[in-house]
Nanobody
Framework: QVQLVESGGGLVQAGGSLRLSCAAS????????MGWFRQAPGKEREFVTA????????YYADSVKGRFTISRDNAKNTVYLQMNSLKPEDTAVYYC?????????????????WGQGTQVTVSS
């Protein structure tokens, strides 16, 4: 079965950086896009970023543009999220996602598989 294992979350001060990783296993992922969503306490889950299969196209929520960078290593079936200039409002559980997506990358229902989530806490 497909598994997504996230790592790299933690506690960081505002202005700091974290790098999340998500390793996928259980099948081949040719043509699969990968991405990240997040959910803060009391708020709805929201799109953060996504990357297409080849890595040639990336998509970001306005709230993270210029601060977050998504990348992937298809040889390792792994997606990364480099988060810089973190703000307290970035505090959330971050979920890795994977699916065959060609448009509407920001839609949560476009993805087939979800990780269990990793907590990111940014202190002020």
């Amino acid at each position: 079965q497909v598994q997504l294992v996230e790592s790299g979350g933690g506690l960081v001060q505002a202005g700091g950086s974290l790098r999340l990783s998500c390793a996928a296993s259980g099948r081949t992922f040719i043509s699969y896009a990968m991405g990240w969503f997040r959910q803060a306490p009391g708020k709805e889950r929201e799109f953060v970023t996504a990357i297409n299969w080849s890595g040639s196209s990336t998509y970001y929520a306005d709230s993270v543009k210029g601060r977050f960078t998504i990348s992937r290593d298809n040889a390792k079936n792994t997606v990364y999220l480099q988060m810089n200039s973190l703000k307290p409002e970035d505090t959330a559980v971050y979920y890795c996602v994977i699916g065959i997506v060609y448009r509407a990358y920001e839609r949560s229902d476009a993805y087939d598989y979800w990780g269990q989530g990793t907590q990111v806490t940014v202190s002020s």
